[in-house]
């Protein structure tokens, strides 16, 4: 109607932050982590599975590692099929993914297993972190378009997990000279060991984006498929083994 008062006029970028900040303060952090203990037992289950192969090293944990590359393969190439319909770029991208799930795997089958304890106790630690730190503190997002849940709050909480944890493993096997520059390279290692995690996250986010899938599979409740639980992983393996066989 002529002459009538607009109420559809677009909120300023203040208000809509202002509003936002009162949505997500008014939501109880009970209802923002309400999938953990579906997440937790998961988890612990997994675990089990991945301690008792550690333990069992050997061939055992070999066979282990290459049925979950053959598994996160399998998912990888599914996304794939979804994600591309060009043939070339399809088998492109299956061979490329076979090489980086390839190179990952061998990584953990040749490194000593308490590095590997190691990179898996620091993807563990990224992953709780920034979790953690993401669910409470909340703030700006790193890449909405890519994966809407992730912060520069998680990303921070998870490097400086991470890097404790680099730490902790560091200081248990040189006991009194972890306080030394080395000790604090081993903190800086882990911290940035959580951002090559977190940049596997966000290839598997897009991946998953670009197939309009949410998970990879419902293989486990409450986290999707075995790629989504070694997407950090698979990255940090073989950034990690890079750094052992460099290393003086």
């Avoid at 559809?8 to 109880?28: M, Q, S």
């Avoid at 197939?211 to 075995?226: E, F, Q, R, W």
């Amino acid at each position: 109607m002529a002459g009538a008062e607009r109420t559809d006029t677009p909120l300023r970028k203040r208000d809509r932050f202002r509003a936002g900040a009162v949505r997500y303060v008014r939501l109880p952090l009970k209802l923002r982590t309400s999938d953990l203990p579906r997440r937790a037992a998961s988890a612990a289950v997994m675990l089990a599975i991945a301690g008792a192969a550690l333990w069992l090293g050997g061939v055992y944990f070999d066979a282990f590692a290459a049925l979950i590359a053959l598994a996160c393969f399998g998912e990888f190439a599914r996304l794939v099929w979804r994600a591309q319909r060009n043939a070339v770029l399809r088998i492109a991208g299956w061979l490329a993914g076979a090489a980086y799930i390839a190179a990952a795997a061998t990584a953990l089958i040749i490194l000593p297993i308490p590095v590997v304890l190691g990179l898996v106790a620091v993807v563990i630690a990224t992953d709780t972190g920034a979790y953690f730190s993401g669910r409470t503190i909340g703030g700006p997002k790193i890449a909405p378009r890519i994966s809407p849940s992730k912060t520069w709050a998680g990303l921070g909480g998870g490097a400086l997990c991470a890097g404790l944890v680099a730490f902790a493993f560091f200081y248990s096997n040189v006991g009194e000279r972890a306080f030394s520059t080395m000790g604090l390279g081993a903190l800086f290692i882990g911290a940035v060991l959580a951002v090559v995690a977190q940049a596997g996250d966000f290839f598997e986010s897009w991946l998953k984006r670009r197939a309009n899938m949410k998970d990879s599979s419902n293989l486990i409740p409450g986290h999707g498929g075995i790629f989504d639980r070694v997407d950090g992983l698979l990255p940090v393996a073989i950034a990690g083994s890079l750094l052992w066989w460099v290393h003086p």
